[in-house]
């Protein structure tokens, strides 16, 4: 280990720790969701090119290397069964970006790494855009172009935090120019390409199969499925059902929704007054969108089939905010076509003979099928039955043993259960999944929706009145509907934080998190190709030709600003303002041809100008003996400086003849 | 419409003006500095577009956000590096003469007049990197560049450029220096044993005798033992006291380092020999004179005398 082979020729030692952490900042999101494997090579090549720099130890050589690249891709084809995708690209970037700090011997590669830094800074992005994670990303922009500065000479400079303040200051200056291309940059509708599977990662949300136990699931999250903004204010807890998916098929177990529902627009009356409302969704990589029961006209780039869903032609990947306009007292298909009220009816054959024999007995007591239905709420509501999160398992016929055994269930207990006891007594009925409820923020004045509100309801089709909401969940517990599900089920069940009821400061400091993440979804993470057409509309700028026009200009005048900034602004705050008159005064001598030179002393610099200009010599005489006098003083009296400051304003020197 | 020649003239002298030639010094105002992407700055700018693809594909915002602070931030390290030379004031400065196959050294003398500091910058020729200084506000450094040297006589210098990566590398300012420097090349003194001519019309000891007049360089006070050859008689006949004349070199060896003694090498083989020789006699502490055809240096030594003879040897038949 000699002094020499410490030393390595491309980076200082400083600059290469630097390198590797910051690096290892970029990595560490990354790494957290990746297989044990990854982040075992990435430490192995960080410590391995640390080691090689410190001890002077051999880099692998060429064979090790190739050999360790085909072994790495192997591994992740092993590990994600493809080279392609999102998780799989960025498994692969990651790892050959390790690789290549094993080879980095040239300028040229440190900066290939600082890139691939860069590189995979971006594309942790598509993985989360919430505010925490962006701001620890720009963090490790800033890093990355620390970096970038001090390698941008052989050898890099050792020192590069003294760079800290540099890539700081350049990166400010960037923002204006980010923000002024993030608004008026032409977007382009994506995706380009086909988009791989994997794009969009695992879903939460609600889907369009409801089992025993799908809701519940969801339930257990606070992640937060939209947020409303009402135009006036927000109906009461009973009236806020987000209607989604309407499931009309039941195969014993599982409710489905129809492969091909019949296409709208659906048969309905509106009764009572509007509500006008705008929806902020949150990506659930589906194709449909919520609105309070019952929406009345889908927005552009959705439609409203018969069952009053609100499909959209593509799936939604980001937050996508749309205005809606419900109303909350409704009929919806007043007459029911045969084929249909069949569908409606059907149920299969063996499934579930308790509940068909309760059903066959409340048909025979009802002179309609009003009183039937009237007969079942009682019979919810009288029978021992307990809403909770976590209901035992259901082994047999889980219909049966739900009704007349465990009688502990959630919302897609309830719902089903009661849409399979019409069936079986022949009122047509369904099963609609949404949401139910949502909490006011009041910090921002408007509703969040979260997956723990996540609701199953059924639907039962009456004459002359159509469907009718019937929510058996809130028969057993009316609470639910009331106060939320964190007040109805029994204590212990592990409801998330933000359902519970509590008005601690862990929730008051999430609901202030909630509105600025409101914000950012609303105007930054949803400003796609149509909401940027809408805001440039609003400022006036329709046609593509004046968007580029105002972007050009504006680019312009900001890197004229900068420009001016670094000729003009830079001031050194150390400047005494006795040197600062001083200067003055040479820079008008300056303006007569009478350059100070570099070194010169101001004696010596005031002889020379007096030869020059001979007819201020006895200016120049008395301002050069003051200002020396006030120089050399332990503290520069404020009378000398103001005399001083008169004489140099008062000296207009006249060109030399 | 009045003020636009006055303000035309205003533009000329202050912003565009290129050289600055009555003190020789090149100032790099705006004209004269260029800027271009270097290949890390092209690459960078290929990982952006394919990050901003990624973007349009995923229709994600925060790599949207990403690709235009990364664009923003070349646009902004484009004005850095260019201002990073601008308004940089380069002096040549004398080269000092060199053997042949030396290489020759330029130095040139940059000036920063600005508050901002200057880094990294460097003066290259092509794509050869040959010195790089930082310069604080207001200061100056000197950077010097080399050029190899194959023959005597005078080397120009070639088009140089002072140029900056700094702040990040990804662009490259230059500006072209087309400086009027140039080096003095002495011939390749020749190498191997060559003792420096001994007797045959090299040495003249010190005895005096028939040196001319010319050499005659005062008077002093006769002292007991001096030559009654040179005393000053006529002095003496006048009444005065006997002064003894005093001759240059009579204390040492003198040396003749002529070029028609060394008949049978050619040209630049004679001026080889001759170089070494001058630079032995002055290494051996020797006065030592020289003669070339149509040019006599008479006997001297120190460090201006064997410049002269150098030179003389450098330029001959130029």
């Known amino acids: ?657 | 419409m009045q003020a636009a020649p006055a303000w035309r003239d205003w533009m000329q002298r202050r912003v565009f003006k290129g050289l600055d030639d009555r003190s020789g010094v090149i100032v790099l105002r705006y004209r004269r500095v260029y800027i271009f992407p270097t290949r890390g700055g092209l690459l960078f700018s290929l990982m952006l577009v394919v990050l901003w693809l990624g973007a349009i594909n995923y229709n994600n915002s925060m790599l949207f956000l990403l690709v235009f602070l990364l664009g923003g931030l070349a646009i902004v390290a484009i004005l850095h590096t260019f201002m990073n030379l601008l308004g940089l004031r380069v002096t040549p400065l004398p080269a000092p003469p060199v053997f042949a196959g030396e290489p020759a050294v330029f130095p040139l003398r940059v000036e920063s007049r600005s508050r901002r500091p200057r880094i990294g910058v460097s003066v290259a020729l092509g794509s050869w990197l040959q010195d790089s200084a930082d310069l604080a506000a207001k200061s100056s450094v000197q950077l010097a560049f080399r050029l190899p040297t194959e023959h005597r006589g005078w080397r120009e210098t070639e088009r140089v450029s002072l140029q900056t990566s700094f702040p990040t590398g990804l662009f490259r300012a230059w500006s072209w220096l087309d400086l009027r420097q140039r080096c003095l090349v002495y011939p390749r003194p020749e190498s191997g044993a060559v003792p420096l001519p001994a007797g045959a019309g090299g040495f003249e000891q010190g005895s005096h005798e028939g040196s001319g007049d010319e050499d005659f360089r005062g008077l002093r006070r006769y002292q007991h033992g001096d030559s009654l050859k040179h005393v000053a008689w006529h002095a003496v006949a006048r009444g005065r006291e006997p002064q003894t004349k005093q001759f240059q070199g009579a204390a040492r060896s003198r040396l003749w380092l002529d070029w028609d003694e060394l008949s049978g090498l050619d040209t630049e083989q004679r001026l080889s020999r001759l170089c070494r020789w001058v630079v032995d006699a002055e290494a051996a502490g020797l006065r030592y004179g020289l003669r070339l055809p149509g040019l006599e240096i008479r006997p001297d030594g120190g460090a201006n005398h064997r410049h002269r003879c150098l030179e003389a040897l450098a330029l001959f038949g130029t």
């Open chain 1, 1 to 657: 280990m000699s002094a020499k082979s410490r030393h390595d020729p491309l980076l200082p030692l400083a600059t290469l720790v630097t390198l590797l952490l910051g690096m290892g900042l970029v990595a560490i999101p990354h790494l957290l969701r990746m297989p044990v494997w990854i982040t075992v090579l990435v430490l192995l090549c960080g410590t391995w090119r640390f080691l090689a720099s410190y001890r002077g130890d051999a880099l692998p050589p060429t064979w090790l290397r190739t050999l360790l690249t085909v072994a790495t891709a192997v591994g992740i084809y092993g590990s994600f069964g493809t080279l392609l995708g999102r998780d799989a690209g960025t498994a692969l970037l990651l790892s050959m970006t390790a690789l290549k700090l094993l080879e980095m011997r040239h300028k040229r590669d440190t900066h290939v790494v600082l890139y691939l830094g860069y590189f995979l800074i971006g594309t942790q992005f598509l993985f989360s855009q919430s505010l925490a994670m962006v701001a620890y990303l720009m963090g490790t922009v800033w890093v990355m172009t620390v970096l970038l500065l001090s390698v941008h000479q052989v050898p890099a400079r050792p020192r590069p935090w003294l760079y800290a303040g540099r890539a700081a200051s350049m990166l400010v200056q960037a923002v204006p120019i980010m923000l002024v291309l993030f608004v008026l940059f032409p977007r382009i509708p994506g995706p380009l390409w086909g988009l791989p599977g994997d794009a969009y990662g695992a879903q939460t949300g609600l889907s369009e199969t409801m089992e025993p136990g799908s809701i519940s699931e969801l339930s257990r999250s606070d992640a937060v499925a939209f947020r409303v903004d009402f135009a006036g204010e927000a109906p009461p807890p009973h009236q806020r059902y987000w209607r989604g998916p309407v499931l009309e098929l039941y195969d014993g177990r599982a409710w489905r929704r129809a492969e091909a529902p019949a296409a709208g627009p659906p048969a309905v009356e509106h009764l009572g007054d509007p509500l006008d409302y705008a929806v902020i969704l949150q990506p659930h990589h589906q194709k449909w969108l919520f609105a309070l029961d019952l929406p009345a006209l889908a927005p552009p780039g959705a439609s409203l089939n018969a069952a009053a869903e609100m499909r959209t032609a593509g799936a939604i990947h980001e937050p996508y905010r749309y205005e809606m306009r419900s109303h909350p007292e409704f009929r919806l298909d007043r007459g029911l076509s045969p084929g249909m009220r069949q569908r409606m009816l059907s149920l299969p054959p063996a499934a579930h003979p308790q509940a068909r024999a309760l059903a066959e007995q409340w048909r025979q007591t009802s002179g309609s099928d009003r009183e039937l239905v009237a007969a079942a709420i009682v019979f919810f509501r009288s029978q021992p039955f307990v809403y909770t999160l976590s209901p035992p398992p259901l082994q047999q016929d889980h219909v049966d043993q739900f009704l007349f055994e465990t009688r502990r269930g959630f919302c897609e207990h309830y719902a089903g259960a009661f849409a399979v006891l019409m069936r079986a007594a022949g009122v047509p009925a369904r099963v609609v999944t949404g949401y139910q409820g949502g909490e006011i923020n009041p910090l921002g004045d408007y509703l969040i929706v979260r997956q723990s509100d996540a609701h199953a309801w059924t639907e039962v089709w009456l004459e002359d009145s159509g469907w009718q909401r019937i929510d058996a969940t809130a028969l057993v517990s009316p609470e639910r509907v009331e106060q939320g599900m964190g007040r109805a089920v029994p204590a212990g069940d592990p409801i998330p934080t933000m359902a519970r009821l509590d008005a601690s400061w862990i929730k008051q400091f999430r609901l202030g998190i909630d509105a600025i993440n409101t914000g950012w979804n609303r105007w930054v993470l949803a400003y796609g190709p149509e909401l940027q057409q809408q805001v440039l509309n609003q400022i006036g700028l329709v046609d593509w030709r004046h968007t580029v026009g105002a972007m050009a200009a504006t680019l312009g005048l900001i890197v004229a600003l900068i420009s001016a900034y670094m000729l003009f602004g830079y001031r050194q705050p150390t400047t005494p303002p006795l040197v600062a008159l001083y200067e003055r005064f040479c820079r008008k001598l300056a303006r007569r041809g009478v350059d100070r030179r570099p070194g010169e002393g101001p004696m010596d610099f005031a002889a020379r100008a007096c030869r020059s200009l001979p007819a201020h010599a006895r200016q120049i005489d008395e301002i050069t003996r003051l200002y020396v006098l006030l120089r050399y003083e332990q503290a520069p009296s404020p009378d000398g400086i103001r005399r001083l400051r008169h004489l140099i304003r008062r000296f207009k020197p006249a060109a030399a003849r």
